[in-house]
């Protein structure tokens, strides 16, 4: 069965689905993020989509429900599209001509039509004690 929203891992390098995803191998290793780093992911509602960092050390504040969160030392993409309802929990690696190692640089957790924040993954694997898996499904 596949997961919600109808993706599933077989559509991994599969040209013919939607959204399309292609297949990379995140390294084990989290890196702290860098201006005008290019990232990649592949989200559940985007597919796979590319981007640059437009800021690190950012603070954002995001309005749920019932309350709001302020969250610090985050990371900013100023690109609407990158990440999209449903792609929240994806992974962005480092996306590099001169390294194929998509080194772990963010967790995707916000956006909105002209922007997108991310949770730096270098924080997250150090304060939980995390190591990252290699596979591609």
């Known amino acids: 069965p596949g997961l919600s929203g109808g993706w599933n891992p077989a559509m991994m390098s599969d040209p013919t689905t939607t959204p399309y995803t292609l297949s990379y191998t995140p390294s084990n290793t989290a890196v702290a993020p860098s201006l005008n780093m290019g990232i990649k992911k592949t989200g559940r509602t985007s597919g ?3 981007a640059t960092i437009a800021g690190i050390n950012v603070t954002i504040t995001v ?3 019932h309350f709001t969160a302020t969250f610090v030392d ?3 993409v100023a690109n609407g599209t990158y990440i999209q309802a449903g792609d929240s929990g994806s ?4 996306n590099s001509a001169t390294s194929t190692n998509n080194d772990p640089v963010g967790l995707d957790f916000a956006g909105s039509s002209t922007s997108c924040f991310m949770n730096r993954m270098d924080h997250i694997a150090n304060d939980f004690g995390l190591s990252f898996v290699q596979s591609n499904f």
């Open 74 to 76: 985050q990371i900013y």
């Open 91 to 94: 992974m962005s690696v480092v």
């Open 48 to 50: 796979y989509n590319t």
């Open 63 to 65: 309005g749920y429900t």
